[in-house]
């Protein structure tokens, strides 16, 4: 056999391994993504329990959504955009939650803001007596 001959032979089972290994990448499906969709799920809880649905509704709605979503995808096995939906709705609650805590802190700071003046105005009324 002449080296071109072995050179093309060699060629020939290299492309075929990269092909096969080609097809066995595309045939094997990513796993579901049941960590993600746990964690967009708790996100989700943690937002509902931060006040989400009073001071971060559209955030809190779209994240809902989206989890609703990546749990539709995980029934119809499409784990590549269930495992998106999931992050998403993750970010999107964590959203939720941080605005709704922030809400909230400034409510309470205009409380005690408030509390300040009416004690102030009442220290001066008493002071001139």
């Known amino acids: 056999m002449t080296d071109s001959v072995a050179s093309k032979r060699r060629l020939g089972r290299a492309a075929t391994a990269v092909a096969l290994a080609m097809l066995a990448g595309c045939a094997t499906a990513p796993p579901a993504p049941t960590e993600q969709f746990a964690v967009g799920r708790a996100a989700v809880a943690d937002a509902v329990s931060a006040g989400g649905a009073e001071f971060a509704p559209v955030a ?41 805590r922030s809400r909230k802190a400034e409510r309470a700071l205009a409380e005690v803001e408030a509390g300040i003046r009416t004690l102030r105005e009442e220290l001066a009324r008493v002071s001139l007596r």
Request: no cysteine; charged share 30%; glycine share 2%.
């Open 60 to 100: 809190l709605q779209s994240a809902q959504d989206k989890l609703d979503r990546a749990n539709a995808a995980m029934a119809a096995g499409n784990y590549r955009d269930a495992r998106r939906y999931a992050e998403d709705a993750e970010v999107d609650a964590k959203l939720a939650a941080a605005t709704a």
